[in-house]
């Protein structure tokens, strides 16, 4: 199985700035689909954004485009997410989730790290 390790949540000012990372262990994300997520109280988890680990193609929510920005590293074993100009409706608890699939990036995605909290004050 893989397993995911998500970090870099935290307490921010509205207008400031946060880098999630997720880390595999054993494996690296190339050909697999790489999805950010989140989920706030009360609220449906939803997808904030995907990467495909074979080509780098990315997608992002239009709540966060222009804002976020995935990126991997070189050794293509820790996903970033940089979420610049934070807003407080960004606040929720975010998860990083993998697939086998490179193109296949959705909430079905069968590997899930656990949720690290972003909140943003106003």
């Known amino acids: 199985d893989v397993q995911l390790q998500a970090s870099g949540g935290g307490l921010v000012q509205a207008g400031g700035s946060l880098r999630l990372s997720c880390s595999t262990s054993g494996d690296t994300f190339d050909n697999y689909a790489i999805g950010w997520f989140r989920q706030a109280p009360g609220k449906e988890r939803e997808t904030v954004s995907c990467?495909?680990?074979?080509?780098?193609?990315?997608w992002y929510a239009d709540s966060v485009k222009g804002r976020f920005t995935v990126s991997s590293d070189n050794a293509k074993i820790t996903v970033y997410l940089q979420m610049n100009n934070l807003k407080p409706e960004d606040a929720a608890v975010y998860y990083c989730a993998v697939g086998r699939i490179p193109t296949y990036c959705n909430q079905r995605l069968p590997y899930w790290g656990q949720g690290t909290q972003v909140t943003v004050s106003s």
């Open positions: 990467m495909s680990g074979s080509d780098g193609s990315t």
